[in-house]
């Protein structure tokens, strides 16, 4: 059974400032998922980390995979009140057709 | 492309209760996943199916069922209904293909209550 934990669960900070949150497991995927979900909503997916070390950049927004694809992190500099909603982390693994997720960090921005 | 629909929107059954919910995937995806979504357990997997047939399935009670049309959409069922049922219900459609998991494109749930 694949777990993703994810930390940390909740965190309150203002606009402007940067955070990082992460993705750990113990098991490897093969791509990981991050999803952002605002209240009442479907989670919306923001990108898709496939190898190894590989960083990708939304905005203000870079998400890393780790080396060995068994972690992630996803870093958001100056934050604003509209980055505010959960966010998931979802890996794949291999030979897997389901996704596994973890519980989320919710991320509250206030102005 | 129009995205993932789900309805209704929002349900209050009581408990004992069945209750159907439905699910129109983005066109051209075959994959159709269920999720509960609760603010203790988060996301958890009911099923999905691909191509009418179930191809995947969660731990979760018997009273929890689902189908998929040729058209791809899918219904899921929960009968006896309790009170722990209370969640936000997601699809998610994807171009999911046998041994591989793509990109979940999320409907926007259900959120079903029982009193």
């Known amino acids: 059974t694949q777990l993703l934990e994810q930390s940390p669960q909740f965190l309150s900070i203002q606009e402007g400032e940067n955070l990082t949150v992460y993705c750990n497991s113990s098991s490897v995927f093969s791509s990981l998922q991050w999803y952002r979900q605002e209240p009442g909503e479907g989670p919306v997916l923001l990108v898709t980390?496939?190898?190894?070390?590989e960083v990708k950049k939304l905005k203000r927004l870079t998400f890393q995979f780790g080396d060995a694809r068994k972690d992630s992190s996803l870093h958001i500099t100056a934050a604003q009140p509209g980055d505010t909603g959960l966010y998931l982390c979802?890996?794949?693994?291999?030979?897997?057709?389901?996704?596994?997720f973890g519980k989320g960090t919710m991320l509250l921005v206030s102005p | 492309k129009a995205g993932v629909t789900q309805t209704p929107r929002y349900l209050i059954k009581t408990r004992g209760q069945q209750v159907t919910l439905s699910c129109s995937p983005i066109?051209?995806?075959?994959?159709v996943s269920w999720y509960q979504q609760t603010p203790g357990q988060g996301l958890q997997f009911l099923f999905e199916?691909?191509?009418?047939?179930?191809?995947n399935k969660g731990n979760f009670p018997g009273r929890f069922s689902g189908r998929q049309f040729s058209n791809s959409r899918s219904e899921m069922n929960v009968s006896t209904l309790e009170l722990g049922d209370s969640a936000l219900y997601l699809c998610?459609?994807?171009?999911?293909?046998?041994?591989?998991?793509?990109?979940?494109?999320f409907g926007p749930g259900t959120r079903l209550t029982v009193t």
């Open positions: 066109s051209g995806h075959r994959s």
């Open positions: 979802a890996g794949a693994a291999s030979g897997y057709s389901t996704l596994t």
């Open positions: 998610a459609s994807s171009l999911s293909l046998a041994g591989k998991a793509y990109e979940q494109y």
């Open positions: 199916y691909f191509s009418e047939t179930q191809r």
């Open positions: 980390v496939v190898t190894g070390g």
